[in-house]
């Protein structure tokens, strides 16, 4: 295994136990103490754990706000859809990532994947992928919204006008059967709508907990999306609308055709 394979196994265990040994990192990964201890340094430096005696925890939260908060919610739903979105992507895929907890998880799988082309609106998933993977990453500029770490407004859509990519891979407020693709931040869906339209195949990540649920900002349509990635079948009359728009949800336990 790849160091940055086995650095990004590393996270997804820690984000499913809270704390982690190295002794029990030895075990599940089957490599020696000396190559952990150097793993959990190389992501410690880069912020993304808190090495403790013995082993690692998540880092405190201290001023990060809302979306820190989130990327602690859900993990193993999150952790699902980012391994199941993976298998959508190939080596030489071009793809839009816009910023969110579920995304930047998707970020630290995509790093297994190499000569990709990103381009995203998210300082952490631009580190994420730039810092431990092969791939060519652009940064989209625009106004910098400090809590969540991302660009956003007139430059940063105008600036995504400019590529047209494979894939838009994109997490959202909500999914409803009415409604369709909805968010709570008018600027973030602004900037998925840019998204949508320069690519050809909509991937959206969403955990069951946004399902059926509507908020204030229209971002697409169901029939726009291509791929809804979750981690559990979706219910009625969710179920129902994404069948009549075919949309197949992909996920753990989905339906067989």
Same mark, same amino acid.
């Not at 820190?68 to 999150?78: I, L, P």
């Not at 970020?107 to 995203?120: R, W």
């Given at each position: 295994m790849k160091p940055i394979e086995r650095q990004a196994q590393i996270i997804r265990i820690l984000r499913n136990e809270g704390k982690i040994s190295v002794e029990s990192l030895v075990a599940k990964l089957l490599t020696s103490p000396e190559t952990i201890r150097r793993d959990l340094t190389v992501l410690s430096s880069s912020g993304k754990l808190q090495k403790v005696h013995g082993g690692a925890v998540l880092p405190q939260?201290? &001023?990060?706000?809302?979306?820190?908060?989130?990327?602690? *919610?859900? %993990?193993?739903?999150?952790?699902?859809?980012?391994?199941?979105?993976? *298998?959508?992507? !190939? #080596? &030489?895929? =071009?793809?839009?990532?816009?910023? &969110? !907890?579920?995304?930047?998880?998707?970020? *630290? !799988?995509? %790093?297994?994947? *190499?000569?990709? =082309? %990103?381009?995203?609106? #998210? !300082?952490?998933?631009?580190?994420t992928i730039g810092e431990q993977n092969s791939a060519e990453v652009f940064l989209i500029g625009g106004l910098y919204n400090k809590e969540n770490r991302e660009t956003i407004g007139a430059i940063a859509v105008n600036q995504i006008r400019q590529f047209h990519l494979n894939h838009a891979v994109l997490t959202v407020g909500s999914v409803d059967a009415k409604a369709g693709i909805t968010d709570y931040n008018i600027d973030e869906a602004q900037l998925a709508k840019a998204m949508i339209e320069q690519s050809d195949n909509l991937i959206v990540l969403a955990d069951s907990s946004k399902h059926n649920k509507i908020a204030p900002f229209k971002v697409t349509t169901l029939d726009e999306v291509d791929h809804l990635i979750c981690e559990s079948i979706p219910e009625n009359p969710l179920l129902m609308a994404l069948s009549n728009a075919r949309v197949q949800p992909f996920c753990e336990n989905a339906i067989k055709a």
């Open positions: 939260i201290i &001023g990060e706000g809302p979306f820190q908060q989130r990327m602690g *919610e859900n %993990v193993g739903a999150k952790r699902i859809i980012a391994e199941k979105a993976c *298998e959508l992507i !190939s #080596s &030489g895929d =071009t793809l839009f990532i816009d910023t &969110g !907890s579920t995304t930047l998880t998707f970020a *630290e !799988s995509l %790093v297994a994947i *190499e000569d990709l =082309t %990103v381009i995203t609106n #998210s !300082s952490d998933i631009a580190k």
